[in-house]
């Protein structure tokens, strides 16, 4: 394990400009102090303007999952989930070593990654469609695998320019085409079939083919790191982000009920969407984070990231006492309140893990993470056994996540980093 030193000293010995991360920093012009309130400024303002589109485009999701039950009845809702299912645990494990690297590589590195992105992307939506007459879910999940990862390869461009609006408006926009295309072939359509409204909802990822590759024409291919770390990057978001996030829904299923998970599902997905405003943040800071190598100072306040994280956790405060003084079940009000505590942490980890990345600090992460998912579930399963039902599942993410900010703190403030040799 790394030994903790100090900047001064390390300054000292070599004459160069030490960060506070406890690594050598490049030399950077100091922006005054006005300038840098300035950028915060419209930082902030990107990064409204960025979660507004964000739930647009789920506002938009939510009125295609009612229109699929509506039209075609909870079975095939169902098929559906279960094909969406598998495109959501595929595509991202998939794309994480493209979509990590994209902010922090060189503009060549980046360029060559890219091309890779598309093809890849492009390779699972063939395949995809050449399942069609043998499996929906296998057609579906690829198609909407690759098709995200097409489509990132050409938003990410704006994602590491530090621009969270335009990422997140071109992600509505595609929502919203794909969406009212398969709406109106619902509604308008004598005996519509779920397949045919799925083509029509996929059809804006063929318009990313021709957009995306246009942009990576030229550029040779290359792959996202050598095969190690990409197993490293993908494990992550499999372990790290699926499971660690997810898995504790399947467990509470299995050891109470369908309620109990419904209840705690639904605190779980309203305060995770809350607490993405810290996603979209750091992503302002994307191309100085990325020049600095991961130098907090080249980053958001860390004042400014905390207050963030309060100001979540005080919305989802607000939620449950009006949860509370509804007629809806009480148990999910108390749930609520509970999580408050996980938005207002997972908002500050969402900047400290981009971080993190800029400073190619992979293995930490993935190791953190997976080591924390048996603690998690353990914990839960115990609450479980107490009788706490969808309150102890609230408690148990709550803790494993304030844990896993602990890791990221003690690694960003006192633990000196290697050099990136990728």
Same mark, same amino acid.
């Given at each position: 394990?790394?030994?903790?030193?100090?900047?001064?000293?390390?300054?000292?010995?070599?004459?160069?400009?030490?960060?506070?991360?406890?690594?050598?920093?490049?030399?950077?012009?100091?922006?005054?102090?006005?300038?840098?309130?300035?950028?915060?400024?419209?930082?902030?303002?990107?990064?409204?303007?960025?979660?507004?589109?964000?739930?647009?485009?789920?506002?938009?999701?939510?009125?295609?999952?009612?229109?699929?039950?509506?039209?075609?009845?909870?079975?095939?809702?169902?098929?559906?989930?279960?094909?969406?299912?598998?495109?959501?645990?595929?595509?991202?494990?998939?794309?994480?070593?493209?979509?990590?690297?994209?902010?922090?590589?060189?503009?060549?590195?980046?360029?060559?990654?890219?091309?890779?992105?598309?093809?890849?992307?492009?390779?699972?939506?063939?395949?995809?469609?050449?399942?069609?007459?043998?499996?929906?879910?296998?057609?579906?999940?690829?198609?909407?695998?690759?098709?995200?990862?097409?489509?990132?390869?050409?938003?990410?461009?704006?994602?590491?320019?530090?621009?969270?609006?335009?990422?997140?408006?071109?992600?509505?926009?595609?929502?919203?085409?794909?969406?009212?295309?398969?709406?109106?072939?619902?509604?308008?359509?004598?005996? $519509?079939?779920?397949?045919?409204?799925?083509? !029509?909802?996929?059809? %804006?990822?063929?318009?990313? +083919? *021709? #957009?995306? &590759? /246009?942009?990576?024409?030229?550029?040779?291919?290359?792959?996202?790191?050598?095969?190690?770390?990409?197993?490293?990057?993908?494990?992550?978001?499999?372990?790290?982000?699926?499971?660690?996030?997810?898995?504790?829904?399947?467990?509470?299923?299995?050891?109470?009920?369908?309620?109990?998970?419904?209840?705690?599902?639904?605190?779980?997905?309203?305060?995770?969407?809350?607490?993405?405003?810290?996603?979209?943040?750091?992503?302002?800071?994307?191309? $100085?984070?990325?020049?600095?190598?991961?130098? !907090?100072?080249?980053? %958001?306040?860390?004042?400014? +990231? *905390? #207050?963030? &994280? /309060?100001?979540?956790?005080?919305?989802?405060?607000?939620?449950?006492?009006?949860?509370?003084?509804?007629?809806?079940?009480?148990?999910?009000?108390?749930?609520?309140?509970?999580?408050?505590?996980?938005?207002?942490?997972?908002?500050?980890?969402?900047?400290?893990?981009?971080?993190?990345?800029?400073?190619?600090?992979?293995?930490?992460?993935?190791?953190?993470?997976?080591?924390?998912?048996?603690?998690?579930?353990?914990?839960?399963?115990?609450?479980?056994?107490?009788?706490?039902?969808?309150?102890?599942?609230?408690?148990?993410?709550?803790?494993?996540?304030?844990?896993?900010?602990?890791?990221?703190?003690?690694?960003?403030?006192?633990?000196?980093?290697?050099?990136?040799?990728?």
């Amino acid at each position: 394990m790394a030994e903790p030193r100090d900047p001064v000293q390390a300054s000292e010995a070599t004459g160069r400009s030490v960060d506070p991360l406890g690594a050598a920093a490049p030399e950077q012009e100091i922006l005054p102090d006005a300038e840098k309130t300035d950028d915060q400024k419209r930082n902030l303002f990107k990064t409204l303007i960025g979660i507004a589109w964000m739930y647009g485009g789920r506002g938009v999701g939510l009125l295609w999952t009612f229109a699929l039950i509506g039209k075609l009845g909870i079975s095939d809702y169902g098929l559906y989930a279960m094909a969406f299912a598998f495109a959501t645990i595929l595509g991202p494990t998939l794309d994480n070593p493209w979509s990590v690297r994209a902010m922090r590589e060189s503009e060549e590195r980046f360029n060559r990654e890219r091309a890779s992105r598309y093809l890849v992307g492009i390779t699972l939506m063939a395949a995809g469609i050449a399942l069609i007459p043998f499996t929906f879910i296998g057609f579906l999940g690829l198609v909407v695998a690759g098709g995200e990862m097409t489509f990132n390869s050409y938003i990410s461009r704006y994602g590491r320019d530090g621009h969270p609006d335009l990422v997140y408006k071109w992600g509505a926009g595609r929502q919203f085409v794909g969406v009212g295309m398969a709406c109106v072939y619902l509604f308008a359509v004598p005996n $519509p079939t779920l397949l045919g409204a799925c083509l !029509l909802y996929c059809a %804006p990822y063929l318009v990313m +083919v *021709v #957009l995306a &590759g /246009l942009v990576v024409r030229g550029h040779r291919p290359g792959l996202p790191g050598p095969l190690r770390l990409m197993l490293i990057l993908q494990g992550e978001m499999l372990f790290g982000t699926t499971l660690y996030l997810q898995g504790d829904v399947l467990l509470l299923g299995w050891l109470t009920s369908t309620e109990t998970v419904g209840y705690y599902n639904i605190a779980l997905m309203l305060t995770s969407a809350l607490a993405a405003v810290g996603q979209s943040f750091v992503m302002t800071y994307h191309e $100085p984070l990325r020049q600095s190598g991961g130098d !907090l100072a080249a980053g %958001p306040k860390i004042r400014t +990231v *905390v #207050l963030l &994280g /309060l100001i979540v956790g005080v919305v989802v405060v607000l939620v449950a006492f009006g949860i509370l003084l509804s007629p809806a079940p009480p148990v999910v009000g108390w749930v609520m309140l509970i999580m408050a505590g996980f938005g207002a942490i997972r908002t500050v980890i969402s900047v400290f893990q981009v971080i993190l990345y800029a400073q190619h600090r992979d293995r930490l992460r993935f190791v953190a993470a997976l080591g924390l998912i048996p603690f998690k579930f353990m914990f839960l399963a115990v609450l479980v056994w107490l009788g706490w039902g969808a309150i102890g599942a609230a408690v148990a993410t709550t803790v494993a996540d304030a844990a896993l900010l602990a890791v990221f703190t003690y690694a960003i403030f006192f633990f000196k980093r290697k050099a990136p040799t990728e």
